[in-house]
C-alpha cells in the first residue's frame, strides 16, 4: 500500500510570505508509461468539501491562482504558495492515484502567522 | 456545472446499515469513474471505494472491504453506498467524488452527508 506522509502537520506564515508543504510517499507514484506523476493537492477550508489544485504534481487546475505551484517527482512533492493571502488559510491534502487504492496524506494545516 | 448531492445520512446504531445515495448533474455520467470518500470529525480524508463509469471495476480500502458495497444506477445518474454493520468509527463525513477527464485525480465533490454511529 501507498503511504502518503505530509510535513510539517501545521504551519504559520505571515502575510505575503512564502509557504511551503511536503508530501513523501512510500513508493513512487512516476509511471514510466507517460511520465507522469500521479500526485494531487487538495485545499480544504472550514466548513466545505475539498477542492482540488494541482494534479499530475505539478499542474494547476482551472481557476486555482498562480501563487499555488506544485512541483516533484518520484516520492518527494512540494506543493509551494508564493504569497500567502488570508483566504488561503486551509488544510492542505496531497493525494496518490497511481495505485487505484488511493490515498491521502494526513494534511497540513495552514494559518497565518 | 456539475453537481453532487449526497443524502441518506443520519444517526444510527451501532451494528445498523445505511445506504448512501449521491444524485449527479451537468454531465454525462456513465462517462466518470466515482469514488466515496470520508472525513470523520476533524480528521483528514480517508479514501473509501472506487466504480468505474461502466460500474465494472469496483475497489475498497482494506478498512471497508467486506462491510461497504460501492453501486451506480447510470439511467438514474445517482451512485450509492451500502454500508453494514457500522462501528462507532465510521461516523463521518461521507462525500461523493468525481474523477477528471485526464486522469483519476478528484475533481468534483458533493458538500457530503454526515453518518453518526451511536446509540
Redesign the interface.
Same mark, same amino acid.
Given at each position: 500500500?501507498f503511504v502518503m506522509t505530509q510535513s510539517p502537520e501545521s504551519l504559520a506564515v505571515s502575510l505575503g510570505e512564502r509557504a511551503t508543504i511536503n508530501c513523501k510517499s512510500s513508493q513512487s507514484v512516476l509511471a514510466s508509461s507517460n511520465n507522469?506523476n500521479?500526485l494531487?493537492w487538495?485545499q480544504?477550508k472550514p466548513g466545505q468539501?475539498?477542492?482540488?489544485l494541482i494534479?499530475?504534481a505539478s499542474t494547476r487546475?482551472s481557476g486555482v491562482p498562480d501563487r499555488f505551484s506544485g512541483s516533484g517527482s518520484g516520492t518527494d512533492f512540494t506543493l509551494t504558495i508564493s504569497s500567502l493571502q488570508a483566504e488561503d488559510v486551509a488544510?492542505y491534502?496531497c493525494?496518490q492515484?497511481y495505485s487505484?487504492?488511493?490515498?491521502?496524506?494526513?494534511?497540513t494545516k495552514l494559518e497565518i502567522k | 456545472e456539475v453537481q453532487l448531492v449526497e443524502s441518506g445520512g443520519g444517526l444510527v446504531q451501532p451494528g445498523g446499515s445505511l445506504r448512501l445515495s449521491c444524485a449527479a448533474s451537468g454531465f454525462t455520467f456513465r462517462s466518470y469513474a466515482m469514488?466515496w /470518500?470520508r472525513q470523520a470529525p476533524g480528521k !483528514?480524508?480517508?479514501?473509501l471505494s472506487?466504480i468505474s463509469g461502466s460500474g465494472g471495476s469496483i475497489?475498497y480500502?482494506?478498512s471497508v472491504k467486506g462491510r461497504f458495497t460501492i453501486s451506480r444506477d447510470n439511467a438514474k445518474n445517482s451512485l450509492y453506498l451500502q454500508i453494514n454493520s457500522l462501528r462507532a468509527e465510521d461516523t463521518a463525513v461521507y462525500?461523493c467524488v468525481r474523477e !477528471?477527464d485526464s !486522469?483519476?485525480?478528484? /475533481?468534483s465533490?458533493?458538500? !457530503?452527508t454526515l453518518v453518526t454511529v451511536s446509540s
Amino acid at each position: 500500500d501507498f503511504v502518503m506522509t505530509q510535513s510539517p502537520e501545521s504551519l504559520a506564515v505571515s502575510l505575503g510570505e512564502r509557504a511551503t508543504i511536503n508530501c513523501k510517499s512510500s513508493q513512487s507514484v512516476l509511471a514510466s508509461s507517460n511520465n507522469k506523476n500521479y500526485l494531487a493537492w487538495y485545499q480544504q477550508k472550514p466548513g466545505q468539501p475539498p477542492k482540488l489544485l494541482i494534479y499530475w504534481a505539478s499542474t494547476r487546475e482551472s481557476g486555482v491562482p498562480d501563487r499555488f505551484s506544485g512541483s516533484g517527482s518520484g516520492t518527494d512533492f512540494t506543493l509551494t504558495i508564493s504569497s500567502l493571502q488570508a483566504e488561503d488559510v486551509a488544510v492542505y491534502y496531497c493525494q496518490q492515484y497511481y495505485s487505484t487504492l488511493y490515498t491521502f496524506g494526513q494534511g497540513t494545516k495552514l494559518e497565518i502567522k | 456545472e456539475v453537481q453532487l448531492v449526497e443524502s441518506g445520512g443520519g444517526l444510527v446504531q451501532p451494528g445498523g446499515s445505511l445506504r448512501l445515495s449521491c444524485a449527479a448533474s451537468g454531465f454525462t455520467f456513465r462517462s466518470y469513474a466515482m469514488n466515496w /470518500v470520508r472525513q470523520a470529525p476533524g480528521k !483528514g480524508l480517508e479514501w473509501l471505494s472506487y466504480i468505474s463509469g461502466s460500474g465494472g471495476s469496483i475497489f475498497y480500502a482494506d478498512s471497508v472491504k467486506g462491510r461497504f458495497t460501492i453501486s451506480r444506477d447510470n439511467a438514474k445518474n445517482s451512485l450509492y453506498l451500502q454500508i453494514n454493520s457500522l462501528r462507532a468509527e465510521d461516523t463521518a463525513v461521507y462525500f461523493c467524488v468525481r474523477e !477528471g477527464d485526464s !486522469g483519476s485525480f478528484s /475533481v468534483s465533490w458533493g458538500q !457530503g452527508t454526515l453518518v453518526t454511529v451511536s446509540s
